[in-house]
T-cell receptor, first 112, second 113 residues
Framework: AQSVTQLDSQVPVFEEAPVELRCNYS??????LFWYVQYPNQGLQLLLK??????LVKGINGFEAEFNKSQTSFHLRKPSVHISDTAEYFC??????????FGKGTHLIIQP | ETGVTQSPTHLIKTRGQQVTLRCSSQ?????VSWYQQALGQGPQFIFQYYREEENGRGNFPPRFSGLQFPNYSSELNVNALELDDSALYLC????????????FGPGTRLTVL
């Protein structure tokens, strides 16, 4: 069984400030981890993914995430956010025939 | 390379009716997955098709069924609609393989009255 917990439903942050969106996972099989972003009235866009290898993963739009096996975490970070980063962010685990298991999402609110 | 497309964009049905949603996968992709996203929630996995066969299913009742065609496009059928079926339905395609990225379409917003 797999599960994802996104610890914050909303994260407000000022423009140009750093941000961290937290994600903890549980998986009994190989761990493949993903972060997706969803803009209003749109589908999901992949930000980055961890399959194996280096625990620091770099993605699009300046985002990065760090896989921490001992803490079963995969937190998403960006050193300086922009107004255009306002969106819903989803952490997911799994893949293949069992599909992806998503968290409930974190709404990132950028304040000017 | 065209992306994943879905039709229709919006749909309104009444309880008890049946609905068919359609998805065209990205070029070169032979795997299609369907997800249900209720308002304010993360997407939930319904099922996956690989080369026209269902090869994985989430915790959804049998009234949720699907098809995948030889061109790898797909349909999601829902019978006996219930109010709780109101959601955004997302289709995702991939090349196949457990590590391949799933590319999502824009979704179909279904409202059941």
């Amino acid at each position: 069984a797999q599960s994802v917990t996104q610890l914050d439903s909303q994260v407000p942050v000022f423009e140009e400030a750093p941000v961290e969106l937290r994600c903890n996972y549980s998986s009994s099989v190989s761990v493949y981890l993903f972060w997706y972003v969803q803009y209003p009235n749109q589908g999901l866009q992949l930000l980055l993914k961890y399959l194996s290898g280096s625990t620091l993963v770099k993605g699009i739009n300046g985002f990065e995430a760090e896989f921490n096996k001992s803490q079963t975490s995969f937190h998403l970070r960006k050193p300086s956010v922009h107004i255009s980063d306002t969106a819903e962010y989803f952490c997911a685990v799994g893949g293949g025939a069992d599909g992806l298991t998503f968290g409930k999402g974190t709404h990132l609110i950028i304040q000017p | 390379e065209t992306g994943v497309t879905q039709s229709p964009t919006h749909l309104i049905k009444t309880r008890g009716q049946q609905v068919t949603l359609r998805c065209s996968s990205q070029s070169g992709h032979n795997t299609v997955s369907w997800y249900q996203q209720a308002l304010g929630q993360g997407p939930q996995f319904i099922f996956q098709y690989y080369r026209e066969e269902e090869n994985g299913r989430g915790n959804f009742p049998p009234r949720f069924s699907g098809l995948q065609f030889p061109n790898y496009s797909s349909e999601l059928n829902v019978n006996a609609l219930e109010l709780d079926d109101s959601a955004l339905y997302l289709c995702a395609s991939a090349r196949g393989g457990s590590t391949d990225t799933q590319y999502f379409g824009p979704g179909t917003r279904l409202t059941v009255l």
